[in-house]
């Protein structure tokens, strides 16, 4: 959906800036969401899921 321009060039640099701030905080977001866990930090959660099941 596209706002109507406004008359003022501050509050359109302004919209700008945020979708810009916005295009890349998603990209960031997906790179971290596609990153792999580390070996090490599965095998952490391993044994914690292994410590809860062997408790309850």
């Not at 501050?10 to 971290?32: P, S, W, Y």
């Amino acid at each position: 959906m596209k706002r109507p321009r406004s008359k003022s060039p501050t509050l359109d640099e302004a919209r700008l800036r945020q979708q810009a701030i916005g295009v890349k905080l998603r990209q960031m977001f997906e790179e971290v969401v596609n990153e792999p866990v580390p070996d090490a930090f599965l095998d952490i959660l391993r044994r914690a899921d292994q410590r809860r099941s062997e408790e309850a």
